[in-house]
């Protein structure tokens, strides 16, 4: 079914009914529901890995010598995230043998990734990369877990998507920016803090400290794999209720018990942190002794986890898979992969052949452009490829239509000619916000402030703070229309960057730095909550890995292009210009929030599979009485 656009004479949006205005009590309520939980765990999944490529692998490189032009070359292994859209497709299309049929599709491939996650950080811990003749495996296994974390990013957006009606998707929204962000804080300042404990600084390498601290990170990935074997299939309908229920009921009460310690303590902890830094006093809040107890708890508490996962496995409920696929047979498949595998494999080549082509430079800018029309070329080269294999017959014609073409028709289709006013608004809405943090750390080191600042200050105060914007975000986006709470998204996000002007004026201040942070983080976070809400609302849920790789690929590929000018700019003026520039940039944003919101439906996704069967058995009665009014 399509989705179309109630208009006037005069071309505008006809006036949808409105839900029922929720509470503040019915707001914080729905955070209940287990599906909550569910997410809230996902979304760790997808922020740890990043980080383990992105920020400690660097530090990693860096302690053990090597050379920060290799080091940058590690950077690469995060390129899956950009081009997840390409494969995306195969999510949907391609069953896992024996562990679909068993799991569902979209648990079964969380399993699989989750999996070549912990694998990846496995090989990577295995190698030590002072030794540069084995430098390759440590790329390997980064590039393994770039493409494993890209892949689930993919199945957990489809997951989530699936998992209950639009109504409930800020809440899901919320509750997953707030897991990513906590991954991230585990990975990046836990990471560290594990890598000193166990023996390595800059002054003293520790191959045995860093090996031991990826170790420990595979194993904290087995708490995500336990939440996918927990949960159910959004999918499916479950033929041994009484089975999921206890699985659902004891994955509830194990996260209460690794939830509630660290909160009770972990708030605290913040404050007393927060406060000594601001004030240069040394207050405790947090006794110190508690500290060796809780790091025992918790090894107690994760040492739980493969036991649990266990009984996880054997308690599975037999379920009937209600996805529909778009292969008909085993050869279909294997077709399928092996375009994919050659069109990739004609990638790499031609990315290596054109860097022995393409000049070098050694103006930053010219290399970038360079870089780019290399990346971009590259790019073409395999989807010129991919189309030459379908035409000579490789693959089936329909089945490579459904596969990749269909997905894309679908949203013209749902929108029309405006489907192009939703994708510029798509690929615009986070540029505030994502070019001016392109540089944010080279702002604050030319302010005066220095590394332990600077992390105390971002890592781990403006993290909490974007985990604060989210969690308010959701509670708005369940009071008020989703475009209403876009467009204060795209507000607080662009003039919070005024704040930084203000900053120059008072460098080396902490307080006016702590101030700066606290705000553009609690807007940064506010912003990305309704931004993953809108997107989930745009996804179609006969399509919704594809779309939703697609639409989060386009949201950062314009403002990553012009944040690869930041340096130039503010080169060229000053940082004062640069961040009043990032505010301008920001406000046609709003102009197009205002046309999508007059002249277009948001939502509307077909429920292709019926009500929400998985959760009303399981009593989660949310997801039935939250259906709109045309489904009941």
Do not use: C
Not at 145 to 153: C, H, I, K, M, R
Not at 450 to 476: C, E, H, R, S
Not at 484 to 502: C, D, H, K, R, Y
């Amino acid at each position: 079914m399509s989705v179309s656009t109630p208009t006037h004479k005069d071309g505008s949006k006809s006036e949808l009914t409105a839900p029922p205005k929720k509470s503040w009590i019915d707001s914080l309520r729905a955070f209940k529901d287990l599906r909550v939980l569910i997410m809230f765990f996902l979304g760790f999944a997808a922020g740890l890995p990043i980080m383990l490529i992105f920020s400690s692998l660097g530090l990693w490189l860096n302690e053990a010598g090597v050379d920060l032009s290799i080091i940058t070359m590690f950077s690469w292994a995060g390129l899956g995230y950009a081009f997840k859209f390409i494969w995306a497709p195969l999510i949907d299309a391609i069953p896992v043998p024996i562990l679909t049929k068993w799991l569902g599709r979209r648990r079964a491939w969380m399993v699989v990734a989750q999996l070549l996650i912990i694998l990846a950080i496995y090989l990577m811990a295995s190698v030590n990369p002072a030794e540069l003749n084995v430098l390759h495996l440590m790329a390997a296994g980064s590039v393994l877990l770039g493409f494993s974390a890209a892949t689930q990013d993919i199945v957990i957006d489809a997951y989530r998507i699936e998992l209950a009606p639009p109504e409930m998707q800020p809440v899901l929204s919320s509750i997953y920016v707030t897991g990513y962000r906590i991954g991230m804080i585990v990975a990046g300042a836990g990471s560290l803090y594990l890598a000193v404990y166990f023996g390595s600084t800059e002054n003293a390498y520790s191959y045995e400290a860093w090996r031991n601290t990826y170790y420990v990170m595979a194993v904290i990935m087995t708490l995500p794999l336990l939440t996918t074997f927990a949960g159910y299939e959004p999918t499916a309908e479950i033929l041994q209720v009484k089975k999921q229920q206890l699985n659902l009921k004891l994955f509830s009460i194990y996260s209460a018990i690794l939830l509630v310690p660290g909160t009770v303590i972990g708030l605290p902890y913040l404050v007393e942190t927060l406060y000594n830094r601001l004030s240069g006093s040394s207050i405790v809040i947090v006794p110190e002794a508690l500290y060796p107890i809780l790091n025992n708890y918790y090894a107690v508490t994760i040492g739980i986890a493969p036991f649990l996962l266990l009984f996880f496995l054997i308690n599975q409920p037999k379920i009937i898979n209600k996805a529909p696929t778009v292969t008909e047979s085993k050869n279909d498949y294997l077709r399928l992969v092996l375009v994919f595998v050659l069109s990739v494999a004609i990638f790499i080549t031609g990315f290596n052949l054109l860097g022995k082509v393409l000049p070098e430079f050694e103006d930053a800018l010219a290399a970038f452009l360079i870089a780019t029309v290399r990346l971009l070329a590259s790019l073409g080269l395999a989807i010129i490829s991919g189309l030459l294999l379908v035409k000579v017959g490789l693959v089936k014609k329909e089945v490579a239509m459904a596969t990749w073409i269909n997905p894309i028709l679908d949203f013209f289709r749902r929108y029309g000619k405006k489907a192009l006013l939703l994708l510029a608004l798509i690929g615009l809405y986070r540029i505030s916000d994502i070019v001016a943090g392109v540089i944010s750390n080279v702002f604050y080191q030319e302010m005066g402030f220095d590394k332990t600042q600077i992390a105390d200050a971002v890592k781990l105060v403006g993290v909490i703070m974007a985990i604060v914007g989210g969690f308010l975000g959701g509670m708005l986006a369940q009071r008020m229309r989703i475009m209403q709470v876009m467009m204060l998204g795209a507000i607080l996000a662009s003039s919070t960057n005024l704040l930084f002007i203000l900053l120059t004026y008072h460098q080396g201040s902490v307080e006016y730095m702590y101030f700066a942070v606290i705000v553009d983080n609690l807007a940064s976070g506010f912003a990305s909550m309704v931004f993953i809400a809108f997107l989930s609302a745009l996804t179609s849920i006969k399509f919704t890995a594809v779309q939703y790789a697609i639409f989060s690929s386009i949201m950062t590929l314009i403002p990553k292009v012009i944040g690869g000018y930041s340096g130039s700019i503010v080169e060229a003026t000053s940082w004062p210009f640069f961040f009043t520039f990032t505010f301008v940039i920001g406000i046609p944003i709003l102009v197009l929030i205002y046309l999508v919101d007059k002249y277009i439906v948001i939502g509307g996704n077909d429920d292709i599979y019926g009500d929400d069967v998985a959760a009303s058995q399981l009593g989660i009665d949310d997801a039935v009485n939250t259906q709109p009014e045309s489904k009941k």
